[in-house]
């Protein structure tokens, strides 16, 4: 082995969490959940396994994300959660402890960086660093960050809309606003209650999201038929929902991923803004890939956006890079040893 020791991208997601080892690109894919019993509060299952239980459980197992709004909520379960990530990419007898770069959403505060890469530590990382999200979007969109022009990144995951204009390799100017994927479901799920009654699951809400819903009015309906539970007889029913009426649910959620975008627009210096003219918006991240969302922000912003290509995995592939050129990235970084 030419490598002394391993280096390791985390993809730190409200939704997934995905790790990348430089050479064999995306290793790990899984949901940020975590499932633990009540009782002693011991782990039980950790990611796509502890997916499947999520509204299935009985009441002394409880599944859900360490992970919220793209920041730790809970510290014990994200560090296990590490940790099983870590062993599972580099197999149970690595011995070498790896380097371990992070990404985190741009507005975190110094301590909660401190706090990702202390549990990155605990988890067993050689060195730990952690960059924030927008800047390894942006690198694994392929965006060249060091020239001395203005791009803006929209990255939208499942707990966080990050809009950021980057320039030199730093930020210029941005903004987190807790709008993701995660809320769109949510916002579904709950106007279907409202509307029709029907209580759905997570999974349900999300499915619609995926295969019905536009960011603009269509002019062909797109439908589909959904199961939940009424709520006045308390009995299973099955409804069909259109794109367009849907629309209506998510609106209010679209509204503030646009408003973010402005926000960082109105505060970047006018030279910059005429490169994003030119240049054009980058999307990223699972949730920008929402049919038509690049056509909405044409329309409300007057700036051509364009969808990064696989843009689920920007963040994953842009850890991938910032580790094989730290050198170069090392601006861009935050390290603690």
Do not use: W
Not at 198 to 217: H, M
């Amino acid at each position: 082995m030419g490598l002394f020791y391993k280096k390791i991208g985390i993809d730190l997601g409200t939704a997934n969490i995905l790790v990348f080892v430089p050479k064999k690109g995306i290793v790990l894919n899984e949901p940020s959940v975590v499932a633990v019993s009540e009782e002693d509060n011991k782990i039980l299952a950790i990611g796509a396994e502890a997916k499947k239980m999520v509204g299935k459980t009985p009441e002394a197992i409880v599944a859900y994300r360490p992970m919220k709004d793209g920041v730790i909520a809970d510290y014990r379960v994200t560090e296990a959660m590490l940790r099983y990530y870590l062993d599972k990419a580099l197999g149970r007898f690595n011995i070498m402890k790896p380097d371990v770069l992070v990404s985190v959403p741009a507005g975190v505060t110094s301590t909660e960086r401190r706090a990702v890469i202390e549990a990155a530590i605990r988890a067993g990382a050689r060195n730990a660093y952690v960059v924030k999200e927008p800047i390894l979007a942006a690198i694994g969109a392929g965006i060249p960050i060091h020239e001395p022009t203005g791009h803006m990144i929209v990255d939208i995951g499942g707990g966080t809309t990050d809009v950021a204009v980057i320039s030199l390799g730093g930020i210029v100017s941005s903004t987190s606003v807790k709008y993701g994927g995660n809320k769109l479901d949510q916002s579904i799920a709950d106007y279907v209650k409202k509307n029709f009654n029907l209580g759905i699951g997570d999974k349900t809400a999300e499915d619609v999201k995926i295969k019905v819903v536009s960011a603009i009015p269509l002019e062909e309906d797109l439908t589909m038929t959904i199961k939940g539970r009424d709520f006045v007889s308390g009995l299973p029913r099955s409804i069909e929902v259109e794109s367009n009426e849907i629309l209506k649910a998510i609106t209010k959620d679209l509204r503030e991923m646009i408003r973010a975008i402005k926000e960082v627009l109105q505060e970047t210096p006018p030279e910059l803004s005429s490169d994003i003219v030119d240049q054009g918006i980058v999307m990223t991240g699972g949730t920008s890939q929402l049919r038509n969302l690049t056509e909405l922000v044409n329309r409300r912003i007057g700036v051509n956006a364009r969808l990064a290509k696989d843009p689920m995995y920007c963040v994953a592939r842009g850890t991938g890079i910032a580790l094989e050129h730290l050198d170069v990235y090392k601006k861009s970084i935050t390290t603690k040893y």
